[in-house]
Structures are given as C-alpha cells and as structure tokens.
C-alpha cells in the first residue's frame, strides 16, 4: 500500500507481520468488535519465520524423511526390510507448495476477514515515540504511520558467526535451506541446538552423510543431561557424526568440496562436504528501526527488554516474538505475548508465565519441555527432588520397539509440587501438555498419580515416572496404582 505524504494515524501500528503480529491484530480487532484502526507493517511474507521458513517447513520435511527411513528400520519381529524410493526434488516442490498454501490459508485470507487491518510493506522505523517512518526496498521513505499504541514483533533472523572464508564457500541457513533441490551426499552442520538436530536427522534419513560441529560438550543447552546424552547415543547409532566441543576456525572451497576447519580438544582436523548449513541460532530484528529514538531498551544481545506484561521501557511501546529477550523463541509463546501486550492496552493486568510454557524439538524420538531443569530448581532453591524413568519400562514403548526415551520428573521436595517435566519419547510433543498443566497449577506427584492414563499409552509413562517417587519399578505390575 502507498502511502501519502501525511502522516496517517491508527489507534494501534504493529511492526511485524508474523505470529505475534497477526495474533495481537486479531486480539485487538475482538477486544474493540473491529472499530479499533490497526496498521500492520513489514517486510517479506506474511506469517513471518513459523509458517514461511521454521515450524511448517521443517515438520513437512521431517515427517516426509521419516516415511523414508523407518520402513527400512523396523524394530518389531517379522516387519522386514522395505526400502522406500523417493524423489528428493519432488519432496522440496510438496514442502514449498504446502507452505504456500498455510500461508494463505492461515494469514493471507485470515487477516482479509479484519477489515480494520491495513498492511503495509516496508521497513518501519521510529522517528518518535508515536511515530513510525515506512521505507520501500529501495531505501527510501515512502510514507509515516502514528499509533495510540504501537507493538513491536519483528521477529529474528538466523545468526551467523564471523568465520573465515565462510561468506565465499557459501552456506545455507535455516531461512534459505527449504530452496534446496538436490539432496547433498554430504552435509556438515554448525550449530547442535535443535534446528540443527532437525535439519540434520531429516537429511540423514533421507541419504545425507551428516557431521554435527558444537561448540558446548553437550546437545541441547535446554534440555537435562540424560536426555542430552540418550538423544546423542541415538542419533549417532543412526549415523550422524558429532565433533563436540568443536570450533570451526575457516573455511574453504574447493571444487564442488567446501573444505572445513574444525578445532577441537585433539587438534585441528579438516572436513569435506558438498553442503554446509549454520544453525547456530537467531538474532532478533531490531537493528535500524529507531529503537533507541523511541526510547526502547535492548540487552547486550539486541533483544528488546520488557516486563511481565509485554511492556517496553517506552511508555505506549510494547514487544512481543522473537524480538523480546527471554530463554524461549516459538510460535506459540510468540502468539501468546501479542494477545497479553495487546490485552494489557485496553487496560487489562495480564501477565505472560514463562514458567509453564512447553519447548518442543521434533527429532525422532521428539524432546519437549516444561518449567525447571535439576540444575535450575537446585541453582535457586538449595535442593530438589526428581526421578528419571526410562521407557524401558513403559508397556507401549516395548511393544513399538521405542525404548531409548526417558521422561525426567523435578518437584520442590517441600510439598512434592512438580516445578518441571522433559520427555524424551516418539511423541513428547502430544504429551508434555500434562506436564504445563501440572506445573502452571502446582500439581503435586500424588495428583498425577490419583489421575486415570490410559494402558498401554506413551502419556502413562508420566503416571510412571511420578510413582517412581514413591516405589520401586522394578517390582511392580501394569496396575498397580
């Protein structure tokens, strides 16, 4: 959309046009039965990292790699070996039309239904406090926006590390990685977080010879050490190569071969791959949009500070996605912080809790967490309690041949009140709900255990690990309650 030379005003303007944009405009739009005027400004496509280049892309790929692999790998007696053909090419052509179509479908055609809504297309930049310039592609000022209110949520991008002759081998990222159209036979990995492992176990099941670089001893930073050290174990006995403690000093081209420079505590050592991919996390986008004219406050990241209601240091100025400092980035909470930012507005006192939010990685087995780690509740409460119940024994997982997973169980040894859950399982996505749900209302073991799990079923295993407080496992039955 043009704008015309003067400043036109909206009640609220969003910079951004990704989930917590989107979920603030709609949030706003019911609060006030649409009269509210709301601007949504941004560059790229509409839905921002989720739906274009994070959570939609990588699931369809993950999910389409495991229909290639695990026909080939069955665990139960009689199920022989089937190896599935496919066309990598035509897999990439299927993930981009579907991220297509979710984006229209759930942003394009959406946010048509809010007539209140005008997009606009530009980078937004404050020239005060109210004040938003708007600048085209070419870098020119096209038009100013005020608002009542205004809502920062735009977003992050992939960070990537100064690293000798990287720049010139060429790379690809998380954002640029669903253009690929030729499966590479080699990849090399830098970043062991859980786009890495993502990324990494979807190109191994596809054929891909994957090496992993980190930097820490350890995968996961987020994630208990048990499930750090099982997760690994099964990746490796899968195929994939880790260089832990590992630092990439340079690299090289040469040919079709980009030559890497790995450092590690046994010297330095060279890898050859046909592609490499930088997965070491995202940086948020709030570099040259006027932040400090505004008055907004960043930390030593660039990561905009807020309080508990999604509130900036600048009066009026709210953050929410991406671009807000915590210790979680998803789509979820992101969507979550532009409903309370947007709440607390019309003056409502909501807070977000960061406690209860869920973390997910989808590997296979997948990891999902809530609430405190062993380390974090020993750090700030002197001592805890916890539990680590392997799948081995949890009927279900036996009778698929998934027993590798563990779910940890952390509770306050005061009242026995669960303050944190990580489940390493085929399907810990589905279940660490009840873990949130334990955790956000203070649950105690005892409430888990007096809860009905369905037999046999992944989520029992829950049920298990709480009773393991309690009993030994070894000696007891399938029913003992």
């Given amino acids: 959309m043009i704008l015309s030379e003067e400043v036109q005003k909206f009640d609220l303007v969003i910079l951004g046009k990704g989930a917590a944009a989107f979920s603030a405009a709609i949030k706003a739009s019911e609060l006030s039965n649409g009269e509210m005027t709301i601007a949504m400004v941004g560059t790229g496509q509409l839905g921002g990292t989720c739906v274009n280049v994070g959570c939609v892309p990588s699931k369809y790929l993950l999910e389409a790699s495991h229909l290639v692999f695990r026909p080939g790998h069955s665990r139960m007696a009689g199920i022989y070996d089937t190896p599935v053909r496919h066309n990598f090419s035509e897999v990439m052509k299927g993930l981009r039309s579907y991220v297509t179509h979710a984006r229209e479908t759930k942003y394009a055609q959406v946010i048509e239904n809010y007539r209140n809504v005008k997009l606009f297309t530009g980078l937004g930049k404050f020239v005060d406090k109210k004040t938003v310039a708007l600048t085209g592609s070419d870098g020119n000022e096209i038009g100013r926006l005020s608002g009542s209110s205004i809502l920062i949520a735009t977003g992050s991008h992939p960070s990537v590390p100064n690293i000798e002759g990287l720049k010139d081998a060429g790379f690809l990222t998380s954002d640029t990685i669903w253009e690929l159209n030729e499966l590479p036979d080699s990849v090399a990995i830098i970043g062991g977080g859980a786009i890495g492992l993502e990324i990494g176990q979807a190109l191994l099941h596809f054929g891909s010879k994957v090496t992993v670089i980190e930097a820490l001893d350890s995968l996961l930073p987020q994630s208990e050490p048990e499930i750090q050290a099982a997760l690994k174990k099964k990746l490796e006995e899968e195929g994939i190569r880790f260089h832990m403690r590992a630092r990439v000093s340079a690299v090289h081209k040469s040919g079709e071969v980009k030559n890497i420079e790995v450092i590690t505590h046994k010297g330095k050592e060279n890898i050859g791959v046909k592609e490499l991919i930088v997965a070491t996390g995202r940086a948020p986008n709030t ?101 680590v119940f392997s799948l081995e024994n949890l009927t279900k997982a036996s009778i698929i041949g998934e027993t590798e997973g563990i779910i940890k169980i952390t509770v306050n040894p005061l009242d026995n009140r669960i303050a944190g859950m990580q489940i390493m399982a085929p399907n810990a996505t589905d279940i660490i709900t009840e873990g949130a749900y334990a955790v956000k209302n203070g649950y105690t073991i005892d409430d888990v255990i007096a809860t009905s799990h369905i037999f046999p079923s992944m989520s029992e295993g829950i049920k298990l690990a709480a009773q393991s407080f309690i009993r030994d496992m070894s000696k007891m039955s399938c029913c003992v309650e």
Avoid: H
């Fill in 287 to 387: 570099d040259n949009i006027g932040l400090e004219v505004a008055g907004v406050r960043t930390d030593s990241r660039g990561l905009i500070i807020t309080s508990d209601t999604m509130k900036t240091s600048a009066s009026g100025v709210y953050a929410a996605g991406d671009c807000v400092s915590k210790k979680m980035f998803l789509e979820t909470l992101a969507a979550r912080e532009g409903v309370i930012a947007v709440s607390n507005m019309f003056g409502e006192d909501m807070r977000i809790d960061y406690d209860s939010t869920v973390w997910a990685v989808f590997t296979s087995p997948q990891v999902a967490g809530v609430g405190m780690t062993e380390n974090e509740f020993s750090m700030k409460n002197g001592s805890c309690s916890n539990r």
